[in-house]
């Protein structure tokens, strides 16, 4: 069986909570998340941890955002790591994504647009010319012509990207919340069905799963959906 085009962000407590997360969930899904406050609690470990002997991809959601020398010589610690995907902020410019490119390159670097946490308001206020939309498609085409492999986007932009990059671009969409769920600190969500729909590859889900009483009932639950839907 395939396993769904999920990544679960695995924002727990502890490394233990992080390896039982990842070890309920991995036959259901075909990616892990180690976000910064993981990596920065427990570093390199963390990664070793939740990978397991199970051949799950890894997803380092760091979010490298500094001069182009700083963020080369930190996706290149990491890559030693072997992490399928390592994000980077498209906002740091063409120069610093090139360079995280260069010294990872087994690794696909994904270059995150706008935060699915701001709201057009927030783009205001951080002098980010708007609406949300245009923001992302610029940043979009920004980093994929600097390198970058992948795009974090959140799911009500999907399409436009999808239209903007052309289908050799991977997207990833965090914000994603089966029907029902909260939307908590997201502002521009969508279910896992629609993020497919408007051309999504990998789907971020953090606390649906790992909130749940058993997460990997509830990953299972997602995945089977997911296999449901009828593809156009």
Do not use: K
């Given at each position: 069986m395939t396993s769904a085009p999920i990544a679960v962000a695995l924002d727990a407590p502890d490394l233990e909570t992080a390896a039982r997360w990842a070890s309920l969930v991995i036959p259901h899904v075909s990616t892990v998340k180690v976000g910064l406050e993981l990596y920065l609690r427990y570093g390199p470990d963390v990664v070793a941890s939740v990978?397991?002997?199970?051949?799950v991809q890894v997803f380092l959601d760091l979010k490298l955002h500094d001069i182009p020398a700083t963020v080369a010589g930190a996706a290149r610690a990491v890559s030693r790591l072997r992490p399928d995907y390592l994000t980077v902020h498209a906002a740091g410019g063409t120069a610093m994504i090139r360079a995280a490119v260069e010294a990872a390159p087994q690794t696909r670097i994904?270059?995150?647009t706008v935060l699915t946490s701001l709201g057009e308001d927030?783009?205001?206020r951080v002098g980010l010319a708007g609406p949300a939309s245009d923001a992302v498609r610029r940043l979009a085409a920004l980093a994929v012509g600097a390198g970058a492999q992948a795009?974090?986007?959140?799911p009500q932009e999907a399409a436009a990207v999808?239209?903007?990059v052309g289908s050799e671009i991977t997207l990833i969409t965090p914000?994603?919340?089966?029907?029902g769920s909260a939307a908590q600190d997201q502002a521009r969500v969508a279910t896992p069905?629609?993020?497919l729909a408007a051309g999504a590859d990998l789907?971020?889900?953090g606390r649906p799963i790992t909130g749940a009483s058993d997460p990997g009932a509830a990953a299972a639950g997602i995945a089977a959906a997911l296999r449901r839907r009828p593809v156009s």
């Open positions: 990978r397991g002997a199970s051949g994904a270059a995150v927030d783009l205001d795009l974090v986007c959140s999808r239209a903007e914000g994603v919340r089966p029907a069905e629609q993020a789907l971020v889900i």
